[in-house]
């Protein structure tokens, strides 16, 4: 039987998986935890308060509900991790560590942690960038997702956790706020679009980057770790793509829905994060070992946006 804990399950991808995974498993069946709650994430389903870096703590939440899957979300992303690398490296590296051994004491516990596009750095493939290539982050964020991954291998090679993760691309949901990522724009110019305001674009209208709908980042999420195990071929994370655009492209799709959305651009130290990473990713290793397929193009996806966000957005 399948019980999961979620650590990090008031994050944008955090509150989405929750409820995804609920509706496939069963409400009781997994747990919600961050360091905070909030309606979305406590609804619906058992929720505790855990702060991810006291390893005791995640013992105790992990035995008192006899979970047997981990995904373990909590992290602070780019664009907030360059305001405070120290703290970043620190959370990021020891709440992975701390689920890692959690794993490596009971083995009948398996592990989905996330990694991310910010691996890749400046001389890294921009096109069509392999699983397997140069990665020279320049974010903490990267260097800890890096870092990450290799420790992933570590433990999957030396002590036998079954640990998979997937590299997502620019993530885009309808759930929550942004939480402090370089592609968040993506989110934030449908809100100004339903306001009736102009869109103050921190990257510049030409810069692409990989993007995926939240449901289809909730499936690939769920498929990879229902995936028979030995069709996981690869241990520190496997490269996923759906889409790519600009922000011109995304803003010209908008308008075919909201013709009067308006955009400027003012790009600001977001840029250069976002120039260091691929204008688009080859995903064919999960294509190939567990069947990833994508959902959402472009035009589906701003029309689920737009109809998710239209009545909360007239409600605040």
């Known amino acids: 039987m399948t019980k999961c804990l979620v650590i990090g399950a008031c994050g944008q991808l955090g509150t989405e998986l929750t409820e995804g995974l609920r509706k496939k498993y069963g ?3 997994v747990v919600a935890s961050d360091i905070h709650s909030s309606s979305e994430g406590s609804q619906d389903g058992p929720f505790e308060m855990l702060d991810a870096m006291d390893f005791e703590a995640i013992k105790r939440v992990v035995e008192k509900h006899e979970i047997n899957v981990i995904y373990h979300l909590a992290a602070i992303l780019s664009a907030k991790g ?4 120290p703290m970043a490296w620190s959370l990021n590296m020891t709440s992975l560590l701390n689920v890692l051994n959690l794993a490596k004491e009971n083995n009948s516990i398996k592990v989905f942690w996330p990694s991310s596009i910010a691996v890749f750095g400046p001389t890294t493939p921009k096109d069509q960038t392999p699983q397997e290539c140069i990665m020279d982050p320049n974010t903490v964020y990267g260097i800890s997702k890096l870092a990450g991954e290799r420790w992933c ?19 885009i949901g309808s759930k929550t706020l942004p939480g402090g990522g370089t592609t968040d724009y993506a989110v934030d110019i449908f809100y100004k679009a339903l306001q009736g305001e102009t869109y103050e674009c921190f990257l510049a209208e030409d810069c692409y980057l990989p993007m995926m709908y939240m449901d289809d980042a909730v499936k690939a999420t769920i ?28 803003y010209e ?51 689920e946006m ?7 957005v007239a409600s605040i």
Do not use: C
């Open 27 to 29: 409400a009781d069946k």
């Open 82 to 85: 360059e305001q405070n690398p």
């Open 153 to 171: 291998q570590y433990y999957h090679e030396k002590y036998g956790v079954d640990v998979r993760s997937v590299r997502y691309p620019g993530l």
């Open 223 to 250: 498929d990879i770790m229902e995936a028979d195990p030995e069709t996981i071929r690869v241990r520190s994370s496997y490269n996923l793509s759906a889409i790519t655009f600009s922000p011109e492209e995304l």
């Open 253 to 303: 799709e908008i308008k075919k829905q909201i013709p009067e959305a308006e955009i400027i651009y003012k790009p600001d130290f977001r840029q250069k994060i976002a120039d260091s990473w691929p204008n688009s990713i080859d995903d064919s290793n999960a294509r190939n070992d567990w069947g990833w397929q994508y959902k959402f193009d472009i035009k589906k996806l701003v029309q």
């Open 306 to 312: 737009l109809t998710e966000l239209e009545p909360k």
